[in-house]
């Protein structure tokens, strides 16, 4: 059964005018036909079975038929802190980040970073990994869709009121358990292609983030995401 994020009011037998992107999506490139049934969600909680009832040129309509209260949301409470990388890597990064069930991602800059400060003006741009973080809800099957919040500097960031557990993918110098003494609100700080500097890490444990280094291979900027967000929902 299709799955689409709505920006509307849900609740059960009532009827619902579909939004022009679900409209899009279901009825003129899946060409769905009155009758047929998908999940619709609005990121407020839970999850609604739907059956289409009306179907015009420009519009369609549904009727809510049932209520699935589940989230599917993981235990613990992830915000993610990721330098900015170009292209597809951003977008494979955030997709990813958000089915493995990151609660929020705040865009960086950084000393290394290959995107400037001019993004967070460029509504565009951030509508688009909005809508990439969207699609990946819709797939995964989480309906509580995460924030992609609008660049800031790795400094001002380091001085918000983050998690109580912080974390940084960064070289260990010492054979700890980074996650032995975790707590569910964690923030997770990922640095860009090349790394954080010395002096950003350095910055980053001033502020009581924690060295965390995964094995003994350099990761990807996109791929560390990917990986640590694993460990977590399977340790947290």
């Not at 089915?99 to 970073?113: A, H, M, N, Y």
Request: negative net charge.
């Amino acid at each position: 059964m299709p799955r689409f994020f709505i920006e509307a009011d849900l609740a059960v037998d009532t009827t619902v005018e579909l939004t022009e992107t679900v409209f899009h999506h279901w009825v003129k490139v899946l060409r769905a036909q009155v009758s047929e049934k998908a999940t619709l969600f609005n990121g407020q909680g839970g999850e609604y079975e739907v059956e289409l009832v009306e179907v015009s040129k420009k519009s369609a309509a549904v009727q809510v038929n049932s209520y699935n209260p589940t989230d599917r949301t993981p235990k613990f409470q992830a915000l993610l802190g990721q330098v900015m990388s170009k292209g597809d890597r951003m977008d494979y990064a955030i997709q990813k980040a958000v089915e493995l069930g990151v609660s929020e991602i705040q865009l960086l800059t950084s000393e290394r970073c290959e995107m400037r400060l001019k993004y967070d003006r460029d509504q565009k741009k951030l509508d688009h990994w909005q809508g990439v973080a969207i699609a990946a809800c819709e797939q995964c099957g989480l309906n509580i869709v995460p924030k992609i919040l609008a660049p800031m500097s790795l400094e001002k960031w380091l001085e918000t009121d983050l998690p109580t557990t912080k974390l940084v993918l960064a070289p260990n110098k010492e054979e700890i358990d980074v996650l032995a003494n975790a707590t569910p609100d964690i923030a997770l700080l990922i640095g860009p292609e090349g790394g954080l500097s010395e002096v950003e890490i350095l910055a980053a444990n001033a502020q009581g983030f924690v060295n965390w280094c995964i094995g003994e291979r350099v990761l990807r900027t996109e791929t560390a995401p990917v990986v640590a967000l694993s460990i977590l929902n399977y340790t947290i």
